[in-house]
């Protein structure tokens, strides 16, 4: 089980030793996963407060380089290197690329936009797009419970986003947030394909690596000397959030979640982000928690379990 409080170690650390020596069950998996959805959601406004302090682009490229910094780290007390087979290069050097765009993408969009608003457009859109992506690459329909959860998550994204009474869904931030779940499920391809040649937290660091080499040359380095001297506790506990613990460890479980469940498996889960993103957007900067959220949140919770409910083994014993 990854144990996530630990005097001495990482939980980070705790759940891949576990990943690592094979003793990671589907229902420990779930339970990581599961956590991580709700970090991811509590991060949209966590990065909203930090969109305040510095632009974008220079907010991206601190977080990645913090990221990169402490899962170097990791790779480090894990023992296992930085070598990366030739297979997987392909693979984490287009999914960085991806996450870069997609870190634009992102943080434009909070810029602009609502984050619990955004958190629901993405999240909703992500698990349908990389659904609809397998379609047409495998050419295989989703099964019937599959098929019930993809539309419990429709139908919950319409709830939340009230797409009754929205005529601007394109407006503000929501387009980037459009674009940012469609790059996010295309990533989430080739981290699942690419990290299945090896160690799957070597190849993240190697993917935030690339991340962070892409969106260096579009820093403002007088903006990110000025950083250094902000004394101000939220913009580092914020700061430290969303890098070490949102993308260090919840965003690696996932990845990891793709190499064992699947791409359109994993991206299921992202169903549960909305309702974490709603009401920690309620408690951090007061955005208000209204029914057709609560109603949206549980729809999304339904749509998880039936995409992931197995189908019941029937034992033929007429023949014995």
Request: aromatic share 12%.
């Amino acid at each position: 089980m990854c144990v996530l409080t630990v005097a001495d170690q990482s939980p980070t650390l705790l759940c891949y030793k576990k990943m690592k020596g094979k003793q990671v069950t589907d229902k420990h998996l779930v339970a990581g996963i599961v956590i991580s959805m709700f970090l991811w959601g509590l991060s949209w406004p966590s990065n909203k407060v930090l969109t305040h302090y510095c632009t974008v682009v220079n907010f991206t490229v601190y977080r990645y380089i913090i990221v990169v910094a402490s899962m170097g780290l990791v790779v480090q007390l894990l023992g296992g290197g930085f070598r990366i087979v030739k297979k997987a290069v392909p693979d984490f050097i287009i999914s960085g690329l991806l996450l870069a765009f997609y870190s634009f993408l992102f943080f434009q969009g909070l810029k602009k936009g609502s984050p619990g608003a955004g958190g629901v457009l993405v999240t909703t859109l992500n698990p349908i797009m990389a659904y609809t992506l397998n379609i047409f690459i495998k050419k295989k329909l989703p099964s019937r419970n599959e098929a019930t959860g993809l539309v419990l998550g429709i139908i919950a994204g319409a709830i939340l986003l009230r797409l009754w009474d929205n005529s601007s869904l394109l407006d503000g931030g929501n387009l980037f947030f459009l674009l940012a779940a469609l790059t996010w499920a295309v990533m989430s391809k080739f981290t699942s394909k690419g990290s299945q040649h090896g160690s799957s937290i070597s190849f993240s660091l190697w993917q935030y690596m690339v991340t962070l080499l892409c969106l260096l040359p579009l820093t403002n380095f007088t903006e990110m000397r000025a950083a250094v001297h902000i004394k101000d506790a939220a913009f580092w506990l914020n700061l430290i959030f969303s890098s070490a613990i949102v993308t260090t460890m919840a965003t690696t479980i996932y990845f990891y979640s793709t190499t064992r469940l699947g791409a359109e498996k994993a991206s299921s889960f992202i169903f549960l982000v909305p309702l974490a993103a709603a009401l920690s957007s309620w408690g951090m900067l007061g955005e208000r928690i209204l029914p057709h959220t609560i109603v949206g949140g549980l729809l999304g919770i339904a749509a998880v379990y039936y995409i992931n409910k197995r189908k019941p083994v029937v034992i033929d014993i007429a023949g014995e």
